[in-house]
């Protein structure tokens, strides 16, 4: 095995099926057997952090393996021959899966939700308070309508193997393996990871930039959760007050809007706003942090929702699609107003999540649908500039392309914001 191998793969091949000749495959390890998949799979793979169902999870050590195979059935007198492949990968997870047919176009999901792998909890069958089973989020998801949904337990990976497990079944709502790395000076979201990174600081005051960078840098989502939280003995850590450059260059969105709570709806929009006046460029998203999904009291799962234009209804794209930045927020659910937002600078279109050369005229464009009645609020660097009657025509206004400004919308009614948007910026 070559050295840093993290998973193994076996596929294999074998010739007389039409004369009957079975061959069953199985998979043993160093410590003993990992799995047997009989005839019913022609590929299998074993990680520490997953593995094809009927094979263990754990990891890939070093030491004799063997790849076992069994004939069940030859007929006498014939030769068949079984090709077997055998790959090596340095990452514990194969790229996450992906819903067949979709894309692209504009996804509805939730970014931030919680099963008993960490503080998920629902009534069990007999009524005692237990840990929420994945299975469960993941039909309060169908139920809410949506089309991806991201787990993420606090700093644990032990869900990804329930998510991988779950989304072959689930071929109609794209499961995320994510993570909430919560750390004593701040909590970020994760989408994509490949491997498990550590989530605990070095030091009491050490920066969180140490445990971010690997994983950005490995291609997950990265984005700060509930940044205006309080941070103290009501919720130890749960404020983000550290946003040195270190630490921003690893981060690709804020959470504006967390559960729906009305007095930090604003205050993670202002957050955000602030980090995008500093020269950051950030993906506004939203997460229900549902922890209950039997009860609805509190918090439901997709409200608020995070609607985002991806190629596909996969892993990659909907990470590919958040980096990017063509994305806003439902803040009261998954069947709010619609959104397309652009700006057109010397006739090229900018969308948003893009920048715009400086100078000139932008004009900014907005269709909202399914909003009549409501205020369509244009905001410059963090401030209202104009407001419209939210309309399905498109609505224009022009702002001067000075460097560094950014503009967003937010689309609200009597009792406050319906819809957030995520901005376009002008180069500094
Ligand atoms: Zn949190
Ligand atoms: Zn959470």
Request: charged share 20%.
């Amino acid at each position: 095995m070559p050295a840093g191998t993290r998973r193994i793969e076996v596929s294999y091949r074998a010739s007389g099926a039409d004369a009957r000749t079975v061959v069953d495959l199985g998979l043993r390890g160093p410590a003993g057997l990992r799995g047997w998949s009989g005839g019913s799979r022609s590929t299998i793979w074993v990680s520490a952090l997953g593995a094809t169902p009927g094979y263990l999870s754990g990891p890939v050590e070093p030491g004799p393996w063997a790849v076992l195979l069994g004939v069940p059935n030859i007929r006498a007198g014939r030769t068949d021959t079984v090709d077997v492949t055998v790959r090596f990968f340095t990452d514990d997870l194969p790229a996450g899966q992906a819903i067949a047919g979709r894309g692209p176009g504009w996804f509805v999901g939730d970014l931030h939700a919680h099963s008993g792998h960490s503080d998920g909890r629902v009534r069990s069958r007999r009524g005692a308070a237990t840990g929420t089973p994945p299975y469960m989020v993941a039909e309060a998801a169908r139920a809410a309508g949506l089309d991806f949904l991201a787990l993420t337990d606090h700093n644990t990976a032990s869900h990804w193997l329930d998510i991988d497990r779950l989304q072959p079944y689930y071929d109609d709502l794209l499961l995320l393996r994510g993570r909430e790395v919560t750390t004593y000076r701040g909590h970020a979201n994760t989408v994509g990871e490949r491997t498990f990174h550590e989530f605990r600081l070095p030091a009491p005051d050490s920066s969180p930039a140490a445990l971010l960078a690997p994983i950005a840098g490995g291609g997950a989502f990265v984005s700060i959760n509930h940044p205006a939280l309080p941070d103290g003995e009501a919720c130890m850590g749960c404020g983000w007050n550290v946003t040195e450059p270190a630490v921003m260059r690893s981060v690709h969105g804020v959470e504006v809007v967390n559960g729906d709570t009305a007095e930090g709806l604003l205050a993670g929009w202002a957050f955000w706003a602030r980090m995008l006046s500093a020269g950051h460029r950030l993906t506004a998203v939203g997460g229900s942090d549902e922890h209950t999904v039997d009860d609805d009291a509190d918090r439901r799962l997709g409200r608020p929702a995070t609607v985002v234009w991806a190629e596909a209804l996969s892993e990659s794209a909907i990470v590919d699609g958040l980096k990017r930045g063509r994305a806003y927020v439902r803040v009261r659910g998954p069947q709010g107003p619609t959104l397309d937002f652009h700006a057109e600078h010397d006739g090229v279109r900018v969308e948003m999540g893009e920048e715009a050369p400086a100078g000139g005229t932008l004009t900014l464009v907005a269709t909202v649908g399914g909003a009549a009645g409501q205020t369509l609020q244009w905001i410059a660097d963090g401030a209202v500039v104009a407001a419209s009657a939210a309309s399905a025509a498109s609505l224009r206004l022009d702002q001067p392309a000075t460097p560094g400004r950014w503009f967003s919308l937010v689309v609200r009614d009597a009792s406050g914001p319906t819809l957030i948007s995520s901005a376009i910026h002008i180069r500094r």
